[in-house]
């Protein structure tokens, strides 16, 4: 996972839903399937968090 790079480059999200509804992205994947493996990964921790992959929204950056 990493944080660096434009945003078509990464355009897949997960994030962590906890019980009181706060939101914390966990990481940025080129694909959806990797990013669902990874979300897959997490939930089998057992934890009470809900992890979701949604596609990234926000604009394009330019260099």
Do not use: F, I
């Amino acid at each position: 996972m990493t944080d660096s790079g434009p945003e078509p480059t990464l355009p897949w999200l997960v994030v962590r839903e906890d019980d009181n509804g706060n939101r914390y992205r966990v990481g940025r994947y080129a694909t959806k399937t990797e990013a669902e493996q990874v979300a897959d990964r997490l939930h089998a921790r057992g934890a009470c968090q809900l992890y979701v992959v949604e596609r990234s929204t926000a604009p394009r950056r330019t260099a």
